[in-house]
Every structure is written in structure tokens, then in C-alpha cells.
């Protein structure tokens, strides 16, 4: 039985998901009140019924570009290929041939060393991602994507940070069209008017610096465009508002704000992230209107990483346990950065 989460007390969140639908046991909470919650990281925030979300979605359509005439396949799982190998001399996380860890309850705060490693790692993952971003073309695999970023991480003497983690099987997360986040690289070849989501994470003397963003495949549809580029200008604007002493949740402001004045949906149940020695940590960044308390603090890093659709927020599974498609078929698109929080602003780690 589903609950909503404003009937859920603050003290006993965080509610969170960790790069799948599996179930995951928080650290946060005591072994009396423990709660089971899915994974990636992501929160079950407020879920609209399936009435409010119909009328959401009728006053919005009036907003929202003229649906494609063009017929779009559904997409289809490939064949996955086995991991790549990682040479033993390059550190692995902690969680490299472990279960599924928890989610750290520590916000990450950086001395001038750590914050001089975590740009070391955060300019490799964006140098990375811009790569990935060039072999983007109709008929190329995304399991051929994953393989030269996966050379290219280990080259520079890092390592792929979803590799291993929980069992994901491949060194980088490549979402196509329907797919919200956590797609497996596979067999299946790019086709001309897709658009990709390609998710770049790297460790590098001891830290995590995490990306992503979504590409054009050849002649990509107006209607698409327009959510790409709205999803980026969501998460420009809510990076635009932190600094030290902003409270997280405008961040969610900001972002349903302007993706609502487009025609397009916030998905909610995948979240933000603090990010550094650890992959996954506090805060927990809410991407749709929410009440969650704390303000940011200087020296901290996380990452917003907003995923908006054209069609139903609400999510399936496939049977891989990590791959999350859009109920409906709907487009969806995504666009990451890590960023350091400083007394003024904030400054964005993952850009070349």
C-alpha cells in the first residue's frame, strides 16, 4: 500500500531510491523504525492521483508542442554484453563487489584539498561526457558508447563509478527516449530522431564526480528539442539561485516553475545528491515543489539533476531492475551537474 509523503513525518525521512526499484534499508534511520525504500537517488515525494494528474495534464496541453505525426517505436532491451574490465591497479570504491550501500546521512563538506580532487574528478567526467557526446550518431550501440567511455575513464586512472555499484553491470547509464534514467548500454543501435540521456560518473583519488546530459541523434523532432532544452534551462536556473544559506527547496521551485510554463512534468521520484568520497549522500535534492528543510552550506557538493517528460511522471520498470521507462511511452530527458557551494553562489564542477 502506497502512502504519501506529506503523510510521512520529516524525522523519519529521507525516503530514497538508489539507481533502481530495489529495496533499500537507510542508515538514517534505527533498527525499531527502519523502512524499506526503492533506489537510485530518488524520493517518493508527492504522487498525483490518477484523477489530478488527467486534469494536470489537460490545462497543460495547450502549452505543450503539437504531438509528432511520426510513429516512434517503443524501446526495446538489446542484449548486454559482460562488464569491462577495470586493470587492479586502479582504486575501486568501497562498494566495488559489495551489496547495494546505504545512503550516506553525512552532507559532504570539502577542505581546499578536497575541493581541488573533487574538480580533478568533476572536469574528468564532464571531459568524459563530451566525448560520449560525439559518438552519438544513427546506428551506433549505446553498448559501443559505454565501451569508449569506459576506456577513456580508465586511461586517465580512474574508475567508472557505476560499475559494481549494486550490481549494475556496465561503466556508464544511457537513457533513450522513453527511458527517465539508469538505462543499461546494450545492443540495441541508436536511431535517426532519438534523443539519449548518457549519465558519466568517475572516481579519482578517492572521489565521485557525476554528470550527465542528453544528446540529439540526427534529425530530432522540434517537439523533442523543446524538452531537451527546457530540461537544461531547468537546472541552469536552479543552480543560478544556491549559495551558502539558500534553502534546498527552492531548488524544486525553481525547476517546476519553468518546466510548468513550458507544458512539461518534473518527475519526482528521482532526486539530486550530495556527492564526493561517497557516490550517494545527504542532502536529498527534491526536483518538484516541496517543503524539505535545510539550507546549503559553503564548501558542500551535490548534484541537481531534474528529469522532465512530455506525458506522465509516473514510471515502469524493466525486468533488469534498473532501467526506468515512462509510464505512458512519453519522452523524457535529463541534464546533471555537480556543484560547489560558496558564500555568493555556486560553481559548476562539471563543466570542461
Known amino acids: 500500500m502506497a502512502i504519501k509523503a506529506s503523510s510521512i513525518r520529516m524525522s523519519l525521512m529521507p525516503e530514497r531510491f538508489f539507481l533502481s526499484g530495489r529495496l533499500l534499508r537507510t542508515s538514517s534511520l534505527s533498527t525499531s523504525s527502519s523502512q524499506l525504500f526503492p533506489r537510485k537517488c530518488a524520493v517518493v515525494a508527492r504522487n498525483l492521483s490518477g484523477l489530478e494528474e488527467f486534469m494536470q495534464n489537460n490545462r497543460l496541453r495547450e502549452k505543450r508542442p503539437a504531438k509528432s505525426k511520426k510513429k516512434r517505436l517503443s524501446l526495446r532491451q538489446g542484449q548486454?554484453?559482460?562488464?569491462?574490465?577495470?586493470?587492479?591497479?586502479?582504486?575501486?570504491?568501497?562498494?566495488?563487489?559489495?551489496?547495494?550501500?546505504?545512503?550516506?546521512?553525512?552532507?559532504?563538506?570539502?577542505?581546499?584539498?578536497?575541493?581541488?580532487?573533487?574538480?580533478?574528478?568533476?572536469?574528468?567526467?564532464?571531459?568524459?561526457?563530451?566525448?560520449?557526446?560525439?559518438?552519438?550518431?544513427?546506428?551506433?550501440?549505446?553498448?559501443?558508447?559505454?565501451?569508449?567511455?569506459?576506456?577513456?575513464?580508465?586511461?586517465?586512472?580512474?574508475?567508472?563509478?557505476?560499475?559494481?555499484?549494486?550490481?549494475?553491470?556496465?561503466?556508464?547509464?544511457?537513457?533513450?527516449?522513453?527511458?527517465?534514467?539508469?538505462?543499461?548500454?546494450?545492443?540495441?543501435?541508436?536511431?535517426?530522431?532519438?534523443?539519449?540521456?548518457?549519465?558519466?560518473?568517475?572516481?579519482?583519488?578517492?572521489?565521485?564526480g557525476d554528470t550527465s546530459k542528453t544528446f540529439f541523434c540526427g534529425d530530432v523532432e522540434e517537439s523533442a528539442q523543446q524538452l531537451v532544452r527546457v530540461t537544461e534551462e531547468c537546472m541552469m536556473k536552479a543552480i543560478s539561485i544556491c549559495k551558502a544559506g539558500a534553502g534546498y527547496k527552492?531548488?524544486?521551485?525553481?525547476?517546476?516553475?519553468?518546466?510548468?510554463?513550458?507544458?512539461?512534468?518534473?518527475?519526482?521520484?528521482?532526486?539530486?545528491?550530495?556527492?564526493?568520497?561517497?557516490?550517494?549522500?545527504?542532502p536529498i535534492i527534491f526536483h518538484q515543489r516541496n517543503k524539505r528543510p535545510g539550507r546549503m552550506?559553503?564548501?558542500?557538493?551535490?548534484?541537481?539533476?531534474?528529469?522532465?517528460?512530455?506525458?506522465s511522471t509516473r514510471h515502469v520498470m524493466w525486468d533488469d531492475g534498473w532501467t526506468a521507462l515512462t509510464a505512458d511511452g512519453s519522452l523524457a530527458a535529463q541534464f546533471e551537474h555537480t556543484i560547489l557551494i560558496t558564500k555568493s553562489g555556486a560553481d559548476i564542477l562539471t563543466e570542461c
Open 297 to 311: 552550506v559553503e564548501g558542500q557538493t551535490f548534484t541537481i539533476e531534474p528529469i522532465l517528460t512530455t506525458g
Open 80 to 208: 548486454v554484453s559482460p562488464p569491462l574490465i577495470v586493470p587492479e591497479n586502479i582504486p575501486r570504491p568501497p562498494y566495488v563487489g559489495m551489496e547495494l550501500p546505504d545512503i550516506s546521512g553525512e552532507i559532504q563538506v570539502h577542505n581546499s584539498e578536497g575541493i581541488s580532487r573533487m574538480r580533478d574528478s568533476c572536469r574528468l567526467a564532464a571531459q568524459v561526457l563530451e566525448h560520449a557526446g560525439t559518438l552519438v550518431k544513427p546506428g551506433v550501440t549505446t553498448d559501443e558508447i559505454d565501451k569508449a567511455v569506459h576506456e577513456m575513464i580508465i586511461n586517465a586512472g580512474a574508475y567508472p563509478s557505476p560499475l559494481g555499484y549494486g550490481g549494475f553491470p556496465k561503466s556508464v547509464c544511457t537513457s533513450v527516449n522513453e527511458c527517465m534514467c539508469h538505462g543499461i548500454p546494450d545492443s540495441r543501435p541508436l536511431k535517426d530522431g532519438d534523443i539519449i540521456n548518457i549519465d558519466v560518473t568517475v572516481y579519482l583519488n578517492g572521489y565521485h
Open 250 to 282: 527552492t531548488i524544486g521551485q525553481t525547476i517546476s516553475e519553468h518546466a510548468e510554463m513550458h507544458g512539461f512534468h518534473v518527475v519526482e521520484i528521482f532526486v539530486g545528491h550530495g556527492v564526493g568520497k561517497v557516490f550517494h549522500s545527504e
